[in-house]
């Protein structure tokens, strides 16, 4: 069966300070791979998606980047955080691109 | 590019008694349609989705949803509601590769 692992599950982190957020999937191949933030009144937005290793689209310009080294692997990353990088960060995978399966999700707070 | 809107960011309704959350989307083309449902402090799961065929959709947990294309709506419905559906409902919208969700709704069961 398919999984898929998020972590961490919590972080605190000051401004300025690097980010990496993973994601990998178990159990399928060639998945869709997704990366959204959920922010209280803002419902989830679509910050990163991706079709293939190596292949990301942006989908809000920011100070955050993704990357896929490998097949299921998503990471998501920022070089300096913001106070608005705070949030509920969800990894998603989708095989044909259609149904989505979240991750648990991680919560990112920035002080 | 497509987009989501749920014109209600809450929804109070007493125990038994029915609930329509309403979602209108726009795309240049054909769409699959979605709610998932976020109960509270767990991720989101799939509650429906139409793909193609008939309209109506049945999902889990006795909940439905009418695709209207005309009217470009997928308003999610329940006869009678209970205590345990009190979560945050999301419509979401996939005409490419990118899926969009909107801003959700959540749903208040009043005793």
């Known amino acids: 069966s398919q999984t898929i692992h998020q972590w961490p599950a919590t972080l605190v982190q000051p401004v300025g300070s690097p980010l990496s957020l993973e994601c990998t999937v178990e159990g399928t191949s060639n998945p869709n791979l997704y990366w959204y933030r959920q922010a209280a009144g803002r419902g989830l937005q679509l910050l990163f998606y991706?079709?293939?290793?190596?292949?990301i689209s942006s989908e809000v310009p920011q100070n955050l980047s993704a990357s896929r080294p490998q097949d299921r692997q998503f990471i998501l990353s920022s070089k300096k955080l913001l106070l608005s990088d705070s949030g509920f960060y969800l990894c998603?995978?989708?095989?044909?691109?259609?149904?989505?399966?979240f991750g648990a999700g991680s919560r990112l707070t920035v002080l | 590019a497509q987009s989501v809107t749920q014109l209600d960011s809450q929804v109070p309704v007493f125990e038994e008694a029915p609930v329509e959350l309403r979602c209108n989307y726009s795309?240049?083309?054909?769409?699959?349609l979605f709610w998932y449902v976020q109960y509270p402090n767990q991720g989101l799961q799939l509650l429906l989705k139409?793909?193609?065929?008939?309209?109506l959709v049945k999902g889990i947990n006795g909940f439905e949803a009418e695709f209207n294309k005309s009217q470009t709506s997928f308003h999610l419905r329940k006869p009678s509601v209970h205590i345990s559906d009190t979560a945050e409902y999301f419509c979401?919208?996939?005409?490419?590769?990118?899926?969009?969700f909107g801003k959700g709704t959540r749903l208040h069961i009043l005793p």
């Open positions: 998603a995978w989708s095989v044909g691109g259609v149904v989505l399966t």
């Open positions: 795309s240049s083309v054909s769409v699959y």
């Open positions: 979401a919208v996939k005409g490419d590769d990118k899926i969009i």
């Open positions: 139409y793909l193609s065929g008939s309209t």
């Open positions: 991706s079709v293939g290793i190596g292949q």
